[in-house]
């Protein structure tokens, strides 16, 4: 299948290990983060989100760090698997009624078998 | 299936043809958006719809293109006469009134020769 993952940063991993996939973004405004999933020949897969008013989210397997001060927001995926292969999006929503989300640069997370 | 779906998943058009893709978002969302991704890239906001309102429109969105959703459930997005820069995934999205998250489809890849 076509790859979205071309020419793009990327972690790889040995299986079972933890992933910790980054993401840095631009503007003050925004109030919500999602983490996105998206496989080759995929649409992006909601994984979890978080808001401005929180700094830490946890799910299964996978917990969202937000990190105001300098802009950071990390993934953090426990005991990676081979099905984790994918590339990762972070994206944001800009506070003030408009609803576009906005990606960031994906990063390719390759599970080590 | 209850995600978002999208029709058809693979387009390939002469240049200068007009396209029309479908997109039939999750039942109970009224909120639907357009999205398109080129290789490597992470998706780009180009329209939004609250219900059968067309609420905003990114400045991709060149006259040559134009989106509907007559009845506030399936929407479709048209491209007139199409150049080879309009090569690229076309993604649709849903959510439900509170805007987050966005669900997405698995995209019409639109090859132009």
């Known amino acids: 299948g076509e790859s979205v993952g071309l020419h793009l940063p990327t972690l790889s991993v040995q299986e079972g290990d933890n992933s910790i996939i980054n993401c840095a973004y631009s503007?003050?405004?925004?109030?919500?983060f999602i983490w996105y999933k998206q496989e080759s020949g995929k649409g992006p897969q909601f994984i979890i989100d978080i808001r401005s008013n929180m700094d830490k989210r946890q799910g299964q397997r996978v917990t969202v760090l937000l990190n105001k001060t300098v802009k950071h927001l990390s993934l953090q995926i426990a005991a990676t698997q081979p099905g984790d292969s994918a590339v990762y999006f972070c994206a944001e929503n800009i506070a003030g009624g408009y609803q576009k989300v906005t990606f960031g640069t994906g990063t390719k997370l390759q599970v080590i078998p | 299936d209850t995600g978002v779906s999208q029709d058809p998943r693979h387009k390939i058009t002469k240049r200068g043809q007009n396209v029309t893709f479908r997109c039939d978002p999750i039942?109970?969302?009224?909120?639907l958006y357009w999205y398109r991704q080129t290789l490597g890239q992470g998706p780009e906001f180009l329209t939004y719809f609250q219900n059968e309102a067309q609420l905003e429109k990114s400045r991709l969105l060149s006259d040559r293109f134009s989106a509907e959703r007559p009845k506030g459930s399936f929407s479709t997005l048209e491209i007139q006469r199409t150049e080879q820069g309009d090569s690229a995934m076309y993604l649709c999205a849903s959510s439900s009134t509170g805007g987050q998250p966005q669900h997405f489809g698995d995209g019409t890849r639109l090859s132009i020769l």
């Open positions: 503007n003050s405004a925004s109030d919500y």
């Open positions: 039942s109970e969302h009224n909120r």
